[in-house]
């Protein structure tokens, strides 16, 4: 199946640093990418839908100028989550779409933020 | 009321147990169903795609019921290896929007 890597897999950063998570697809133009947030023992959150070329779809409660997304190439997206707090730490996860078979998502590992 | 829902579990079933999950769907509308697997701290992984028609992978079973927007998933001989939480999910239209659901959490015990 198609490789979609996200990095990093596990960050630690004070209240008030910005961070930033990258997902690429390896071996496949992804024209769509989704950023989801999971805390514990709860289900995926979409956070925002991330089409090449264009501005990032969010949903609603999710703060854009907080959380930036930037898809700037058919296999890579970026999400900065900008002055991180403590209540953002969860763990993030991106997905894609291939423009082969748009009905499937593939899913980068997930990036753990703990937020101190 | 969620898109999708789900009977978050916990089941626990020994091993070589038969166990199944449904999960049901608000949208009619809805175009595409799946069950995805996720393991405790891992991403979700693709286990397969549910079709009106029904589709088997070994020793898993997935079944659409359009007229009452369900979908199961049936596991039989159960192994130590399927303990995870499996996730429904339902697209809509143009695959622009997927929807998850919270989860069932699987333990089969030795």
């Known amino acids: 199946g198609a490789v979609v890597s996200q990095h990093p897999s596990r960050v630690i950063c004070k209240s008030g640093t910005s961070v930033k998570i990258e997902c690429r697809s390896l071996d496949f133009q992804a024209t769509t990418m989704f950023w989801y947030r999971q805390f514990p023992k709860q289900s995926l959150m979409l956070m925002a839908t991330?089409?090449?070329?264009?501005?990032?779809?969010?949903e609603q409660g999710v703060e854009k100028d907080k959380f930036l997304i930037n898809h700037a190439s058919l296999t890579l997206s970026t999400l900065t989550v900008t002055s991180a707090h403590p209540e953002d730490s969860s763990f993030y996860i991106c997905?894609?779409?291939?423009?082969?078979?748009?009905?499937?998502?593939?899913f980068g590992a997930g990036t753990r933020l703990s937020v101190l | 009321r969620k898109e999708v829902e789900q009977d978050p579990g916990p089941f626990n079933v020994p091993e070589g147990a038969t166990v199944a999950f449904n999960c049901t769907y608000s949208?009619?509308?809805?175009?595409?169903f799946f069950w995805y697997r996720q393991d405790c701290r891992k991403e979700p992984k693709l286990l397969m795609s549910v079709y009106s028609s029904g589709n088997e992978d070994g020793r898993f079973t997935a079944q659409l019921n359009r007229a009452s927007q369900y979908i199961s998933l049936l596991i039989r001989d159960s192994k130590l290896s399927d303990s995870a939480t499996y996730l429904c999910v339902v697209t809509e239209y143009n695959f622009n929007k997927f929807y998850f659901g919270s989860g069932t959490k699987l333990n089969v015990k030795p």
């Open positions: 949208n009619s509308a809805s175009q595409s």
């Open positions: 991330s089409n090449e070329g264009s501005k990032a779809t969010y």
């Open positions: 997905s894609a779409l291939t423009n082969l078979a748009k009905n499937i998502q593939y």
